[in-house]
C-alpha cells in the first residue's frame, strides 16, 4: 500500500450499531492504519458531512436500518465525488452481490471477515488514491503536452510525429525543408513519399521493424526528397514517444550538406565528454530513461553504478589542481578497461556524470550489478594511476541501483545510487553499496525472524526491562503512583521502546508471554517497595492477547500471594478500542480481577466513536485522556471542551481521570480547572529506570 504510517484514512462508517463501527475502527488502527471516523446518525448528518468534508472510503452496512444502503449510495452519487462506497455484509450469495453491484457498490467486505474486511479496505483506499493521482498527473500531462507542442513548434530543428509510417504531426521547421506550407498538405503522407527512390526499399524494411517493435536505430542516413523532386543528404534520428495517447515515433529530419563521415565524426563528438572520452551526461540520461522504460514495460534488467574517487580534493592538492583533468582521464581509461568487452557489444555504456564523478549501465541482474562493482573496485584498489609525472594510488567509492520493475523511475533510481556513494564514502571509501529493491523483501523476512529470536531470547533470560513515570495527583490525593513502560535492554546501556517490536510480537503469538512478564515484574517490585516502607501504587498496561486470557487473573493472583501486595496498588490498562471489541471479555477480567482487589484503567479514551456509550457497559476505575487532546492544549479551544467534558462525566460515575503526555504550565492550569485528577508527561517527569519523584 502506498500509503505512510502517518497517513489517516478519513472513513465514514454507516451503520446501526456504535460497537459494531468502533469494532472495525479498532481492526484498521491494529492493522496499522491511522483511522479519522465519522459516524453520521441520519440521512441530513451524512448529507452534511460528505458535503463539508474530506472522505476517502464509506464503509456501509447492507442491511442498514437507520440509513439505508440505497439512500447512502444515493447521497454518494449526488454528491458528485470521488467516494467509493464498500457494502459490509453478515454473508454474500448471488442476491446480494448482485444488487449491491448494480447499485454501485465497489465491494462487499465481510463483517466477520478482519482479514477480508481490511483487505478491501486497503484495496480500494489504494485504487482511490491511483485515481486521484491519475487526475494529477493528467492535468499535468496536458499542460505538459502544450508546453512541448509550443516548444517543438518553435525549435529550428525539424520535427515530426509518425504513426505506422504516416504523418500526425510536422513543426514548421520541417514542412520549410521540404517545401510544403502547412501540416495539411503531408497530413497522412508516408515517410516513404519523402525518401529517393534508391533508398525507398532500404527505409521499408526499417518501417517493418519498427512496426514489429523493434527498436529504432539512433541514426539514419539516406537521400530525401522535397517537394519539388530535389534530392538532398539527410540523416533521421528516431525517438519513441506518445502523440494523444497514441504511441508514435518522433523523427528528427537534419538536412546533410556535409561529408557523410564527417557527420558522424561530429555526431559522435556531440555525445562525448572531451575529457574523458566517456559519454557525456545528456546522453548518459538519455539511455538511462530508455533502460528504465524498458524495465518498467518489459520487465527488462539493469544495473547502474555511479562512483567517486576517494579523498578526491585530498589529491589534487597534493598532485596539484591543474592535473584535475589528468586524474579522471586516468580514472576513465581504468573503468573503459574494466568493462573492455562490455562497450563493445553494446551491454554497457559509461559516462561522465559529474564534475569527478563517472556512471556506468549495463544490463543484468543483481549478481552481475554486484560482481562488476567489486570488479571495478578492485581494479581501481589494485592499480598505480600514472598521473603525468607522478603516480597515485586512487581508490573509489560506489553507489549502485538494480533498476526493476519496482524501482522504474530515473530520480528514484539516481537518488538511491547516490545515496550508496554517499554511504560508502561516509565508511571510508574503497567499498560499494547496491540497492536491490527485490532483496528488501528479503530483507525485511530476515529482520522479522531476527526480532523473533531476540524476543524469544529475552523472555527466557529476562532481558525486559520497566521504567517509571510518575502519575502526579492534581486533587491532593495521597501516595505515589507510577506508569510502567516496557524496554528491551539491547546491552551497553541501550534500551529499545516497545514500539520497535510490539508489532511483530503480536504477529507471532508472544504478546500474552511479555504482558506476564510486565505483571510479574510490575508485582514484585511493588512488593520490594511495601518491604522498603515506600507503598505504591503502579499502572501496567496489558495487550488484547491478556484481555482474553481466562488464566491471566489466576497468575495475577499467585503473583500478589507471593510477593504479599495489596491488589489495590497493582492498575491494569487496557486500550478502549480493544475493550469496544471484546467487551464481553473485558467485563469478564474485570471480574475476575476485582477478587484480587486490582483496578481497570480505560487508556485512551475519548478518541472512539461514542466512549461514554461504552461506560454504560464496563466499569473502570480510572480512565486515560487520549494523548491527541493534549497537542497544544492551551491554543485548542475544541479540546479544551472535551477535556471539560470528560472531566465531568466520569467524575459522576465515580471514575478517576488521568491525562497525559502534559507538557507546559499552561496545560497544568487547564487541566486542574476542568477537574482531572491526576496528570503526567515529560514536563513534570520523564520515564526512567528508578521510582525517585518526590510526592510530598
Known amino acids: 500500500m502506498p500509503h505512510g504510517p502517518d497517513t489517516a484514512l478519513r472513513l465514514m462508517i454507516v451503520d446501526d450499531s456504535v460497537e459494531d463501527a468502533e469494532a472495525i475502527v479498532s481492526m484498521l488502527r491494529n492493522a496499522g492504519i491511522a483511522v479519522r471516523p465519522l459516524r453520521p446518525a441520519s440521512d441530513e448528518e451524512m448529507v452534511e458531512m460528505v458535503g463539508q468534508q474530506a472522505i476517502d472510503l464509506v464503509l456501509a452496512a447492507q442491511q442498514g436500518k437507520t440509513i439505508a444502503m440505497d439512500s447512502v449510495l444515493q447521497l454518494v452519487k449526488s454528491s458528485g465525488k470521488d467516494l467509493p462506497v464498500v457494502a459490509v455484509a453478515e454473508h454474500v450469495d448471488d442476491a446480494i452481490l448482485t444488487q449491491a453491484l448494480a447499485g454501485g457498490v465497489r465491494g462487499i467486505a465481510l463483517r466477520h471477515k478482519p482479514q477480508q ?9 489504494t485504487d482511490l488514491d491511483a485515481r486521484r493521482a491519475l487526475r494529477r498527473l493528467e492535468a499535468q500531462v496536458r499542460e505538459t503536452e502544450r508546453r512541448c507542442d509550443a516548444l517543438i513548434e518553435s525549435s529550428r530543428d525539424p520535427i515530426a510525429y509518425v504513426h505506422e509510417g504516416m504523418h500526425i504531426r510536422a513543426n514548421a521547421a520541417y514542412l520549410e525543408m521540404f517545401g510544403y506550407e502547412s501540416f495539411d498538405e503531408i497530413e497522412g503522407m508516408s515517410l516513404l513519399d519523402l525518401v529517393a527512390p534508391q533508398h525507398v526499399e532500404g527505409f521499408k524494411q526499417l518501417l517493418k521493424s519498427l512496426s514489429k517493435g523493434e527498436a529504432p536505430p539512433p541514426r539514419y542516413e539516406l537521400k530525401a526528397r522535397d517537394l519539388d523532386g530535389n534530392d538532398f543528404p539527410a540523416v533521421m534520428e528516431f525517438t519513441s514517444a506518445l502523440y494523444e495517447g497514441e504511441p508514435c515515433l518522433q523523427v528528427v529530419f537534419r538536412r546533410q550538406e556535409v561529408d557523410p563521415e564527417l557527420a558522424r565524426e561530429v ?4 555525445q562525448r565528454d572531451q ?49 584535475a583533468d589528468a586524474v579522471l582521464a586516468a580514472i576513465a581509461e581504468r573503468l573503459r578497461g574494466v568493462l573492455g568487452p562490455r562497450l563493445e557489444d553494446g551491454s554497457a555504456q559509461a559516462a561522465r556524470f559529474g564534475e569527478h564523478s563517472l556512471a556506468v549501465l549495463m544490463r543484468g541482474d543483481h549478481t552481475v550489478t554486484s560482481a562488476l562493482a567489486e570488479g571495478i573496485r578492485e581494479a581501481f584498489a589494485s592499480h598505480v594511476f600514472e598521473i603525468g609525472e607522478r603516480s597515485s ?39 560499494f553499496e547496491i540497492f536491490d529493491p527485490s532483496a528488501v523483501d528479503r530483507a525485511e523476512e ?40 516496557l524496554r528491551l535492554d539491547a546491552g551497553a546501556g541501550e534500551t529499545v ?3 520497535s517490536f510490539l508489532q511483530i510480537a503480536e504477529e507471532h503469538g508472544l504478546l500474552w508471554e511479555i504482558d506476564r512478564w510486565v505483571v510479574q515484574r510490575a ?3 511493588i512488593g520490594e517497595r511495601v518491604r522498603m516502607g515506600r ?19 489466576r497468575f495475577i493472583g499467585e503473583q500478589l500471594a507471593a510477593h504479599g501486595v495489596d491488589g489495590s496498588q497493582l492498575v491494569l490498562q487496557v486500550p478502549e478500542s480493544k475493550v469496544f471489541t471484546n467487551l464481553r471479555a473485558a467485563q469478564e477480567f474485570v471480574a475476575a480481577v476485582a477478587k484480587h482487589g486490582c483496578r481497570v484503567a480505560l487508556e485512551q479514551f475519548g478518541a472512539g466513536l461514542d466512549s461514554f456509550q461504552l461506560l454504560s457497559h464496563f466499569d473502570p476505575a480510572f480512565v486515560k485522556l487520549d494523548r491527541s487532546f493534549m497537542e497544544e492544549l492551551p491554543k485548542n479551544a475544541a479540546n479544551q471542551k472535551r477535556v471539560r467534558e470528560i472531566a465531568d462525566k466520569v467524575h459522576g460515575l465515580d471514575i478517576r481521570s488521568i491525562a497525559e503526555f502534559v507538557q507546559d504550565a499552561a496545560s497544568m492550569a487547564i487541566l486542574f480547572s476542568s477537574g482531572i485528577d491526576y496528570v503526567e508527561g515529560y514536563f513534570l517527569a520523564p520515564a526512567g529506570p528508578e521510582m525517585n519523584y518526590d510526592f510530598e
Not at 474486511?117 to 483506499?125: F, G, M
Not at 555526431?267 to 556531440?270: D, G, I, P
Not at 520493475?405 to 545515496?419: D, F, M, P, R
Request: proline share 5%.
Open 117 to 125: 474486511l481490511l483487505s478491501v479496505v486497503k484495496t480500494e483506499w
Open 267 to 270: 555526431e559522435e563528438l556531440r
Open 275 to 323: 575529457t574523458t572520452g566517456l559519454l557525456n551526461r545528456p546522453t548518459f540520461l538519455r539511455a538511462l530513461e530508455d533502460a528504465v522504460a524498458d524495465a518498467a514495460q518489459r520487465q527488462a534488467q539493469y544495473g547502474l553504478l555511479l562512483l567517486e574517487p576517494d579523498h578526491y580534493q585530498r589529491l589534487l592538492q597534493e598532485i596539484g589542481l591543474d592535473t
Open 393 to 431: 594510488v586512487i581508490t573509489a567509492s560506489i553507489g549502485g541501483v538494480q533498476v526493476g520493475e519496482k524501482i522504474a523511475s530515473v530520480t528514484q533510481v539516481l537518488a538511491k545510487a547516490n545515496q550508496g556513494v554517499q554511504s560508502s564514502i561516509g565508511v571510508g571509501g574503497n567499498r
Open 446 to 485: 530476515e529482520r522479522i525472524q531476527a526480532w523473533v529470536g531476540r524476543l524469544r531470547e529475552a523472555l527466557d533470560h529476562n532481558r525486559f526491562l520497566l521504567h517509571y513515570q510518575p502519575v502526579i495527583s492534581l486533587q491532593g490525593e495521597p501516595g505515589a503512583m507510577y506508569e510502567t513502560y
Open 497 to 499: 521502546p516497545p514500539l
Open 523 to 525: 508485582v514484585a517490585v
Open 535 to 553: 507503598p505504591t501504587t503502579l499502572l501496567v498496561k496489558i495487550t488484547q492477547a491478556s484481555l482474553v486470557d481466562e488464566a491471566l487473573p
